[in-house]
């Protein structure tokens, strides 16, 4: 019976098939992009290779025949719906649950459709130096629609149109025809607000080392850091731009250049079937010395809350000696569950000093032990997986500071010197890991007692307001340490400075939740 079943659903895409002339196949791959790397596409000649591709990929099968039916209404063939048991209004009915195609890859496809030919000449004759001419689509009447398909890809091919970038584009629409401008400001008036299915872009195979070379944002003193959006008002859309090409960062040797590498870079896939555990270690009562860390717990509870809302499953611990943290970090470290999850998250708000944080014990843990229980060889489960940690402590000596701020480190009188240890050396020495630091070495962090930490509350709400912009994670901790940058003690003396380090070798992109951030549901 099986058999039948599977036979029968081959035929139904056969059937499907020989009704699909040569533009329609184009336009199935070009909607495809996203969804199915370029090396198989470029290979395909008909619609029955797409299927096969697709559910080679598990996006396609007898049970689930969505994303065909999708496909099809959106290349407007409403009358093949009926052979996958769909009509266009069901479609439609269903597309905001289980939609896959991207309001990106649309607004281009519908942009296409409104190209002609002439537009298409005009379009190839300003871009003629950005391409090669190798590669320029041939242009005719018959495959007018076709053309401006394959010169979409090459613009993404050579990293000059992405989700996040389509200024080129606006400016030749407004060049050519301003009418096609309008499609593309409502992709960017509805980009800040739509949800959608977030897709790896596989525009290049990345060319970054695997090897754990890190890239760390300097403190002020050593170097200016520009935010990727530094003049981004807290009320309007950020101004849509590449995540790393406005960051002035020092990188070794062949990464200097990094608006080029920028566009090669890809992001890491996150549209598995689950996104993620992320625990949250929350030490707010010590056994000795320490002092109670009085507004923590505001900290644990605005971390749960927004990775609940990015996806993840969050796990609180609460006030774990040094021992229990290493049996907490090996449990997890052996868990078989992270092989169907896209990313490991984890998170320790404690006491500190310079590459460690402390047990309720007042024993020290070093941040490079605990990050090392998750390098491939230790957790091959997390293996090519981004892993973020993120470390609200001090990393040095406590300051004098106002009553209603208080800092997580020892009492003076108690502090011991220590060896200044960087971030980039609490780091394993491998690809895909993050660590954000609430502060740079031998410094001290900032929390209010009633408001919790400057870091952690600026962490939280620059995530609700940039990840539905599709901001990478490396441009929100920018604006991160902006925000933290700006603030102050009610002195006016007193200031702070988060400092991340990461072996990322992709760009780390949350999906964008359907939901509205938890500080918008009331």
């Given at each position: ?7 029968k659903f081959r035929q139904q895409l056969l059937l499907i ?24 596409l470029e290979s395909v000649k008909s619609a029955v290779d ?254 749960e809350r927004v990775f609940t809302w990015l996806g993840l ?210």
């Amino acid at each position: 019976m099986e058999a039948d079943v599977s036979l029968k659903f081959r035929q139904q895409l056969l059937l499907i098939d020989e009704n699909l002339v040569a533009e329609d196949v184009a336009a199935l791959k070009f909607l495809c992009t996203d969804l199915l790397p370029f090396r198989k596409l470029e290979s395909v000649k008909s619609a029955v290779d797409i299927f096969q591709l697709l559910m080679a990929e598990e996006y396609l099968n007898e049970e689930d025949t969505f994303l065909l039916a999708e496909l099809l209404y959106r290349i407007k063939c409403h009358s093949l719906l009926k052979k996958l048991g769909y009509t266009k209004e069901k479609v439609q009915e269903c597309l905001h649950k289980k939609g896959r195609v991207s309001p990106y890859r649309q607004m281009l496809y519908e942009l296409s459709e409104n190209i002609t030919n002439e537009m298409l000449k005009d379009i190839i004759f300003l871009l003629q130096n950005c391409l090669p001419k190798r590669r320029i689509p041939l242009v005719c009447e018959e495959r007018a629609k076709c053309s401006a398909l394959e010169l979409l890809i090459l613009l993404e091919k050579q990293g000059l149109l992405t989700e996040n970038n389509v200024q080129m584009l606006e400016e030749v629409c407004m060049n050519v025809s301003p009418d096609l401008l309008e499609t593309v400001n409502c992709y960017k008036r509805a980009k800040v607000s739509l949800p959608r299915q977030e897709n790896t872009l596989p525009i290049k195979e990345s060319s970054l080392s695997h090897s754990g070379d890190f890239r760390v944002f300097p403190s002020p003193q050593e170097t200016s850091i520009k935010s990727v959006g530094s003049n981004i008002n807290d009320n309007k859309a950020a101004n849509l731009t590449q995540g790393f090409s406005d960051m002035n960062l020092e990188l070794p040797g062949e990464f200097s250049n990094v608006e080029n590498e920028s566009k090669k870079m890809t992001s890491y896939k996150m549209d598995g079937p689950h996104r993620g555990f992320c625990l949250v270690i929350n030490n707010v009562n010590f056994d000795k010395s320490l002092q109670e860390r009085k507004g923590s717990c505001k900290d644990a509870g605005e971390l749960e809350r927004v990775f609940t809302w990015l996806g993840l499953d969050v796990r609180t611990y609460t006030d774990l000696t040094s021992q229990e943290i290493k049996d907490l970090l090996r449990t997890w470290q052996h868990l078989q569950d992270h092989k169907d999850r896209d990313c490991f998250i984890c998170c320790i708000l404690s006491h500190g000093e310079s590459g460690a944080i402390y047990g309720k014990d007042e024993e020290l843990v070093s941040i490079r032990m605990i990050m090392s229980h998750f390098t491939a060889k230790q957790c091959p489960q997390l293996a090519e997986k981004p892993k973020l940690f993120f470390i609200q402590a001090c990393q040095g000596k406590e300051i004098q500071c106002p009553v209603y701020v208080e800092v997580d480190a020892r009492i003076p009188d108690l502090s011991s010197m220590q060896q200044s240890i960087s971030p980039s050396e609490s780091i394993p020495e491998e690809a895909d890991f993050l660590l954000g630091m609430a502060t740079i070495d031998g410094y001290v962090s900032f929390r209010h007692i009633q408001q919790g930490a400057w870091y952690i509350q600026a962490l939280c709400s620059k995530l609700q307001l940039l990840v539905p912009r599709g901001e990478d994670i490396l441009s929100i901790l920018t604006e991160v340490n902006e925000d933290v940058g700006r603030r102050v003690d009610r002195l006016g003396t007193k200031k702070q400075m988060p400092q991340p380090a990461y072996t990322l070798r992709r760009k780390f992109i949350f999906p964008i939740p359907r939901d509205p951030p938890p500080s918008q549901q009331h």
